[in-house]
């Protein structure tokens, strides 16, 4: 069965500064896909950025990127200049696993301290 | 082009009622997908839909819980005799095309059910 873990239940950072969520995954497939999701107060879930398994350049969004360990099972969220409205929870997935919908991580809550 | 919507946003049942969750895909997707948030977890995978067709329901409880996606109209997530662990958010996307692939899922805001 498809997992994803997500080992930090929540992080703080100062507005302006940089921080990175952690993910880890474990699958059997080979092709298979990587999101983050934000999901803020409002509990809209948010697609934030995504990473193709056979691609082997890191995805890049903005002030989002994420360091994909393809050997290591693992697909961080490196937040640059972080600012007050990325306050939220913030859920890893994948694709894969035998059946049709994302397998999600437990999230991560990220806090920003102004 | 509206998002995917989702009715009613809060419900309230009482033990053994029924519940009824509505959902309506952006407009061209032929693909519906149900999640379950519980408090302090991520979202489950519960049942994947096309119209008229259920392509995937791994994730469903074998009871209680049906799905349907109608030819004309919303999806509908049905719970019969809820129990106050069906309490959580539960959230629909929809997508144009299969998940197998790179094929973004669009999220809904979600229905609170609270069960009493």
């Known amino acids: 069965a498809q997992t994803v873990t997500q080992s930090q239940p929540e992080m703080s950072v100062q507005e302006a500064e940089t921080v990175t969520l952690s993910c880890t995954y474990d699958t059997s497939e080979s092709d298979y896909y990587l999101f983050w999701y934000k999901q803020p107060p409002s509990r809209q879930m948010i697609l934030v950025i995504r990473?193709?398994?056979?691609?082997?350049q890191n995805a890049t969004e903005n002030r989002f990127s994420v360091n994909f360990q393809k050997a290591a099972k693992s697909f961080s969220l490196k937040i640059s200049d972080s600012q007050l409205g990325d306050a939220a929870m913030y859920f890893c997935?994948?694709?894969?696993?035998?059946?049709?919908?994302?397998?999600f991580g437990k999230g991560t809550h990220l806090i920003i301290q102004p | 082009n509206a998002g995917v919507m989702q009715n009613p946003r809060h419900l309230v049942r009482r033990r053994g009622q029924e519940a009824r969750l509505r959902c309506s895909p952006m407009?061209?997707?032929?693909?519906v997908y149900w999640y379950r948030q519980l408090p302090e977890e991520g979202l489950k995978f519960m049942v994947y839909l096309q119209k008229e067709n259920i392509i995937d329901e791994s994730g469903m409880p074998k009871e209680r819980f049906s799905a349907e996606f109608p030819k004309e109209g919303p999806s509908i997530l049905r719970i019969q005799q809820v129990v106050r662990g069906d309490s959580a958010a539960y959230f629909c996307?929809?997508?144009?095309?299969?998940?197998?692939?790179?094929?973004?899922?669009?999220f809904g805001p979600g229905t609170r059910l609270t069960v009493l």
């Open positions: 407009k061209g997707h032929s693909h």
């Open positions: 997935a994948s694709t894969g696993g035998g059946a049709d919908g994302l397998t």
């Open positions: 990473q193709e398994a056979y691609k082997q």
């Open positions: 996307a929809s997508s144009p095309r299969s998940a197998l692939g790179y094929n973004e899922q669009f």
